[in-house]
C-alpha cells in the first residue's frame, strides 16, 4: 500500500503545479514542454531521465524522485490530447522496442548483479523496457479499450478500488491455498482466480454503502 500513500504525496505537492500548467495552456497554448510530449520519439527517450532519476536518495527502497517524476510525466501525457495521438501513430515502434529491450534484459539479467558500470547499462534497458511497455498498453487501450460501454464504464470504475482492495484479499485466500496444496501451478491459479472473484464481491458490496464508498473513492452514482 506504500504507492497508495505515494500517490496521494505527488498529488499534494504537485497539484499547484498542474493547475499553473492548465491555466497556462488556456491563454498560451501548449507552450514547449507541450509540444515536446507531442513529438513520439521524444516520448521515447523518457526512460532516460526516469533512470537518472534512480541514482537520487530513496526512502527504504522507494525512491520518490523515480515515481515522482513517473507521476508528473503521467499528468503530462494524459492532459495533451497530442500526446494521445503520438502514443498511438508510435504504437508499432514502441512494441519493437519493447520486445528487443525485453529480450536484451532478460538475457543480461544474470550478468547485471555487482557489476558496476555494467549494472548502470543495465538499468537504461529495464527502463526503456518498462516504459516502452507503458506506450504500447496505452497505444492499444486508446485503440480499443475507449469505446464506452456497460462493461468498460463498470470496469473503470472498478480499477482503483479492486486495486486497493486486492492485496489484503489475496494474502488471506493465499494463507490458505498454500496450506491445502503443496503444487505451485494449482497455488497459483486459486490465489489468482479466487482473489479476483472476492476482490470484486467486496467492491459490489463497498458500492452500496456511502461511507464504505469513501474509503475506497467510489464516486456516487448519478440518477438516470
Known amino acids: 500500500m506504500w504507492f497508495v500513500l505515494y500517490l496521494f504525496l505527488f498529488s499534494c505537492l504537485l497539484l499547484p503545479l498542474f493547475i499553473h500548467i492548465i491555466n497556462a495552456r488556456r491563454t498560451k497554448g501548449l507552450g514547449f514542454i507541450g509540444r515536446l510530449f507531442s513529438k513520439g520519439c521524444f516520448?521515447?527517450?523518457?526512460?532516460?531521465?526516469?533512470t537518472i532519476s534512480e541514482a537520487l536518495p530513496d526512502i527504504g527502497?522507494?525512491?520518490?524522485?523515480?515515481?515522482?517524476?513517473?507521476?508528473?510525466?503521467?499528468?503530462l501525457m494524459a492532459s495533451n490530447e497530442e500526446t494521445i495521438t503520438a502514443i498511438?501513430?508510435?504504437r508499432w515502434?514502441?512494441?519493437g522496442i519493447m520486445v528487443i529491450s525485453i529480450s536484451v534484459y532478460l538475457s543480461l539479467l544474470g550478468y547485471a548483479r555487482g557489476y558496476g558500470d555494467f549494472t548502470c547499462l543495465f538499468a537504461y534497458v529495464?527502463?526503456?523496457?518498462?516504459?516502452?511497455?507503458?506506450l504500447v498498453m496505452l497505444a492499444f487501450?486508446?485503440?480499443?479499450?475507449?469505446r464506452g460501454g456497460k462493461v468498460l464504464d463498470y470496469l473503470n470504475k472498478a480499477a482503483f478500488p479492486v486495486y486497493i482492495l486486492h492485496q489484503s484479499v489475496m494474502m488471506?485466500?493465499?494463507?490458505?491455498?498454500?496450506?491445502?496444496?503443496?503444487n505451485i501451478t494449482l497455488q497459483y491459479v486459486l490465489i489468482v482466480v479466487f482473489s479476483l472473484i472476492a476482490s470484486f464481491a467486496l467492491f459490489e458490496v463497498f458500492r452500496h454503502f456511502a461511507p464504505?464508498?469513501?474509503?475506497?473513492?467510489?464516486?456516487?452514482?448519478?440518477?438516470?
Not at 43 to 50: A, N, R, T, V
Not at 126 to 134: E, I, K, P, Q, V
Not at 141 to 146: F, G, K, Q, T, V
Request: no cysteine.
Open 43 to 50: 516520448l521515447i527517450l523518457i526512460f532516460i531521465p526516469l
Open 61 to 75: 527502497g522507494k525512491n520518490l524522485f523515480f515515481y515522482g517524476l513517473y507521476f508528473a510525466v503521467g499528468f
Open 88 to 90: 498511438d501513430n508510435i
Open 93 to 95: 515502434w514502441s512494441f
Open 126 to 134: 529495464r527502463n526503456l523496457y518498462g516504459f516502452s511497455t507503458l
Open 141 to 146: 487501450a486508446y485503440r480499443y479499450l475507449s
Open 172 to 182: 488471506v485466500i493465499a494463507y490458505y491455498a498454500l496450506q491445502w496444496s503443496s
Open 212 to 224: 464504505l464508498r469513501i474509503i475506497l473513492g467510489i464516486k456516487k452514482e448519478k440518477k438516470s
